[in-house]
């Protein structure tokens, strides 16, 4: 925001200032048991963030130390990051990645892969006796009972697109992963809630080490009559080393708007978000 609206070096300090005490959001809003709060926390940082930046802009002064001062980060959580800031790149907006589904980010791949292995292979969900995914440990931590708490029990929007059983199992039933899949009612059907108890997971820690150019993940599924079908998926589209195409993400952005903002706003928007991305 800083950049957008023109700030100096040193208004720009103070807006990082600000935002570094009164924008943090601590991981914890994504840990079981989750609450409504976690889907609403990253929009409000950002609100924070932006309104401090004005705030910034009208000369009001941040806490300079928010990292190395008394009582600033580094001491609280007694580490420090080591940084040469001549040197360290900061173009991590160049990496940035769109997520391809209605879903938390590190589960894309694993979707997108069940989702291709559902039309490949025509799966009749009843005939599944057992599913088993791998994904990368970041992934496991959050999403499939890791560090973040377990994920046996599932009923709300917020607990459903952190939870790697019900995100499979839904994507699989549906064939995708859309708001539609995260309203209570069809988060509570009978058919997904059976199916989330034949999905098990654990974390391949040689997909952990292809994490930056890829998200790796694999899916094995077991049928009844004995038969297995598996397979992998590095990237999915909308990841930075894949990133969608401009027709992909105005579709995405059309479904997700339908019925929401006026037409001719919504192609406004478009527009306007189209001319700058081809501008740069």
Request: proline letters at 4%.
């Amino acid at each position: 925001m800083s950049k957008v609206l023109g700030l100096d070096a040193q208004h720009t300090a103070n807006a990082l200032a600000i935002a570094g005490v009164g924008a943090v959001s601590c991981a914890v809003i994504q840990a079981e048991p989750v609450s409504n709060w976690k889907g609403l926390a990253s929009g409000e940082a950002a609100g924070r963030a932006l309104h401090n930046t004005y705030l910034a802009r009208e000369d009001i002064t941040g806490t300079l130390g928010v990292f190395k001062g008394p009582h600033g980060i580094f001491q609280l959580v007694r580490d420090r990051l080591d940084l040469d800031w001549q040197t360290e790149w900061f173009g991590f907006a160049n990496r940035s990645s769109i997520k391809k589904y209605n879903a938390e980010f590190q589960s894309q791949s694993a979707v997108d892969l069940i989702i291709d292995l559902r039309t490949q292979h025509k799966i009749d969900p009843k005939t599944i006796q057992h599913i088993h995914v791998e994904v990368v440990q970041g992934a496991y931590g959050v999403l499939a009972g890791g560090t973040y708490g377990p994920k046996k029990e599932c009923r709300i929007k917020e607990q459903a697109d952190h939870n790697l059983m019900y995100l499979l199992s839904v994507a699989l039933l549906d064939g995708e992963t859309w708001p539609v899949q995260f309203t209570e009612e069809r988060i509570n059907r009978s058919d997904v809630q059976d199916l989330m108890k034949k999905v098990t997971d654990s974390p391949n820690d040689a997909f952990s080490r292809r994490i930056g150019p890829e998200m790796p993940a694999s899916i094995k599924i077991e049928l009844e009559n004995g038969e297995t079908i598996q397979g992998e998926k590095s990237v999915f589209d909308g990841f930075h080393s894949t990133p969608m195409s401009w027709d992909q993400v105005r579709a995405k952005f059309d479904r997700l708007t339908d019925g929401k903002p006026d037409k001719g706003l919504g192609r406004e928007i478009s527009a306007i978000a189209s001319d700058r991305t081809r501008s740069q």
